[in-house]
């Protein structure tokens, strides 16, 4: 089953610029298709494999700060190509 998963990591601390810089890069390395804007970072693929890499980064994230939030967003579809039609 593909998925598309949508993230925002928020952290609520001082310095928060190298906690979300270090996040991004750390699912840039991964051999998903990752997607990225201004307000959160895009991944696609299949579920257990995403989600299994995903849940292992919140993991050392959370490790690295005392307070922090993660949003997400999963459609169960890999919508990397969608493009509007409007």
């Known amino acids: 089953m593909q998925i598309s998963l949508e993230l925002t990591l928020t952290p609520l601390q001082d310095n928060f610029e190298i906690h ?3 996040f991004i890069k750390k699912l840039r390395t991964s051999s998903f298709e990752v997607l990225e ?3 959160s970072t ?3 693929g ?3 494999e995403v989600m299994a890499f995903v849940t292992e980064e919140i993991k050392v994230a959370f490790g690295e700060m005392e307070h922090v939030l993660v949003y997400m967003k999963m459609v ?3 919508r990397s190509s969608y493009e509007p039609h409007f």
Do not use: A, G, H
Request: glycine fraction near 0%.
């Open 46 to 48: 299949p579920y257990d």
């Open 42 to 44: 895009q991944i696609f």
């Open 76 to 78: 169960k579809s890999n």
């Open 20 to 22: 979300i810089i270090n």
């Open 37 to 39: 804007n201004p307000l």
